[in-house]
């Protein structure tokens, strides 16, 4: 019986207020490889509206 009256006050509450959805898409993210025996890392922002897709300049963080 509890878990019925839950079910619908979880119903009737997700019509009366607003799902709210966070952009987790609009965050850098970090890509890291190895190349010539060192271990570069690039942080870029893709795929965010109104944001140009961008990439900062790969920096080395040590060696593979």
Not at 17 to 24: C, G, H, I, K, W
Request: one cysteine or more.
């Amino acid at each position: 019986m509890v878990a019925l009256v839950n079910r619908l006050a979880d119903r009737m509450l997700a019509r009366l207020v607003p799902a709210a959805r966070a952009e987790a898409d609009c965050a850098y993210h970090l890509s890291c490889w190895c190349s010539g025996g060192l271990h570069w890392c690039q942080k870029c922002m893709n795929g965010c509206p109104g944001v140009p897709n961008h990439c900062y300049a790969k920096y080395a963080t040590g060696t593979c």
